[in-house]
């Protein structure tokens, strides 16, 4: 398969493409508003993506409940993500100021292409998005906000929110490494959540790789908290 389609297995439906990191990688998500995945179903699925030519697949993130038919189908975890929860308690402390010369602005679709330069050099390989990545973060809530970040016309950084009932998702935030500890990301994630609060969001939540110690501080002094609960991704070798 060279492009993300759906597998519908029985009542199960999976979607599947190629990982933006290895083409050789199948990346595999299941919609939350479906039926939840059995062991079986998900056998059944990494058969069909061995067969189209994939060497492993990896999830998306998945809470261990979650995750309990996947380790039963014989996946292992990759990686481990924090979870950080805002409930917008203090953010009308913390102003809507940004650093001198930087404007930040509603995203267009024609500025996709420039988040997500800013994006590859903000993330290692693995973690970077592509497109079909950029588009699945803004298309994954009802209400969404995708900003941009500019010094003279240049991006430096970028962020999405979304939103569902009164529930935020801080779904990707970047920063180009030359402005990183400036006040860009801070000013992205304050943008943010003040959009939240307008819209009668009660909390908001992050997640970021347990390893990404700056993302970590950043979230802290603005204001998140880590929950009890991490977030896995898993994987399976296809010999």
Request: include cysteine.
């Amino acid at each position: 398969m060279s492009t993300r389609q759906t597998l519908t297995l029985g009542n199960e439906r999976f979607h599947v493409g190629p990982w933006h990191a290895d083409p050789g990688i199948a990346y595999l998500t299941v919609k939350s508003n479906v039926i939840e995945p059995t062991a079986q179903g998900l056998n059944a699925c990494v058969q069909q993506i061995r067969q189209d030519g994939y060497s492993s697949v990896i999830t998306a993130a998945l809470h261990p409940l979650e995750a309990r038919p996947y380790f039963a189908a014989g996946f292992l975890e990759y990686d481990r993500l924090r979870v950080l929860s805002h409930d917008l308690g203090r953010i009308g402390m913390m102003g809507n100021s940004k650093p001198a010369g930087v404007q930040i602005r509603k995203a267009r679709r024609s500025d996709r292409a420039l988040a997500l330069q800013v994006d590859k050099l903000a993330f290692p390989r693995f973690w970077r998005l592509d497109a079909a990545g950029l588009d699945e973060a803004i298309s994954a809530t009802p209400r969404t906000r995708f900003r941009l970040a500019e010094v003279h016309g240049q991006a430096i950084g970028y962020s999405v929110i979304g939103r569902s009932r009164n529930q935020g998702f801080l779904q990707r935030l970047a920063t180009h490494p030359d402005y990183a500890g400036t006040g860009v990301g801070s000013a992205l994630v304050v943008d943010a959540l003040l959009w939240a609060r307008r819209r009668k969001v009660t909390r908001v939540l992050v997640n970021t790789q347990t390893d990404n110690q700056r993302a970590l501080r950043l979230y802290k002094q603005l204001g998140f908290q880590l929950t009890p609960t991490d977030l896995v991704v898993l994987t399976k070798d296809l010999p």
